[in-house]
């Protein structure tokens, strides 16, 4: 379950949601649905959030979002074209106004060599956003919190512009 931070965030989002009217598809490796669970735990989601996926390994990626758009060649998780590729095909699979992306290294390891504490961030939609976070620790649940509340501060920039 999200801490009041991020309920916080996801109450915001919600709101801002509801008020234009507007829907949202989540598509997460790192944190894990926290962002989906924040947005989720708001009254009344069901008139903006679509879905979700945690695309935490290749095969979860191709199962859910394989064939939705074109994958670039190349491409890895953790980086800033996975994220704004997961925010896109989330959207575009599930037909919302809004796709949010995510993926991250939260440490302490991975296979790929990125640094605990990096993440990439998403948003597509009638505007589109990316950024990148470095914690700069170690911590894995502080990483997927902290990763969960940039995703959900980028969207709720984008919702207020």
Request: contains cysteine.
């Amino acid at each position: 379950m999200p801490d009041a931070e991020l309920l916080t965030r996801g109450e915001r989002a919600g709101a801002l949601l509801k008020e234009r009217g507007e829907t949202i598809g989540v598509a997460e490796g790192s944190c894990g649905g926290l962002i989906s669970s924040a947005l989720l735990a708001v009254r009344g989601a069901s008139a903006y959030y679509l879905g979700g996926t945690v695309i935490y390994t290749f095969a979860a990626r191709k199962a859910f979002l394989g064939d939705v758009i074109e994958i670039p060649e190349g491409m890895r998780g953790a980086t800033e074209q996975f994220a704004s590729y997961l925010a896109l095909a989330v959207r575009t699979k599930l037909g919302a106004t809004w796709g949010v992306g995510e993926g991250g290294a939260a440490g302490p390891a991975n296979p790929y060599g990125d640094p605990a504490g990096h993440a990439w961030l998403a948003v597509s939609g009638p505007s589109n956003a990316t950024r990148h976070l470095l914690t700069g620790v170690d911590d894995r649940p502080a990483n997927m919190h902290a990763f969960a509340a940039a995703a959900l501060d980028l969207l709720i920039e984008q919702l207020e512009t």
